[in-house]
């Protein structure tokens, strides 16, 4: 009998000595991380670059940007839709193909022409955009556009 309680003893100091040596090791915290720092963004600088007017237009069916731009800066300006082009360039690739029920943000013309950087921006659009016409089979508009771009 001694024997089988010095057995049980073994086996259950054994079975002890086991499970703490397969025991995980205790977790330590992970070092504490600030989150990043802020950065706050300057507000873009006055008279540089585009200067994008607070109209909106939500694009209809048959639209094209030279439509809008009649609507918006009058019939004798619609080769003027590359401005509105550039403000929207992430939505519009091709002036002639927009998609219903997008809203398209319209600068303020005046504003763009009485700016260097943005009247230098709008002529090389302009030019851009008239060679794609030229691509497109379009040689009437191409040439408005250039002599618009020329006129910059």
């Known amino acids: 009998m001694k024997k089988n309680i010095i057995i049980s003893a073994i086996i259950a100091l054994l079975m002890i000595f086991a499970a703490c040596a397969s025991a995980p090791p205790p977790v330590e915290p992970a070092p504490r991380q600030d989150p990043p720092p802020q950065v706050e963004l300057p507000p873009p600088p006055q008279g540089d670059g585009i200067i994008l007017g607070n109209s909106l237009y939500t694009v209809v069916s048959g ?3 030279s439509i809008i731009a009649s609507r918006r800066y009058g019939q004798a300006n619609m080769f003027y839709f590359p401005l509105i082009r ?3 360039i992430l939505k519009v690739s091709d002036p002639d193909v927009l998609e219903v029920g997008e809203t398209l943000i319209i600068p303020d013309l005046q504003a763009n022409l009485n700016n260097p950087v943005a009247r230098a921006l709008i002529k090389a659009d302009m030019l851009q955009t008239a ?6 089979n379009m040689p009437n508009s191409a040439s408005q556009l250039r002599t618009y771009a020329n006129r910059l």
């Open 63 to 65: 639209d094209t940007l």
């Open 131 to 136: 060679t794609m016409y030229d691509r497109k």
């Open 86 to 88: 550039l403000a929207n």
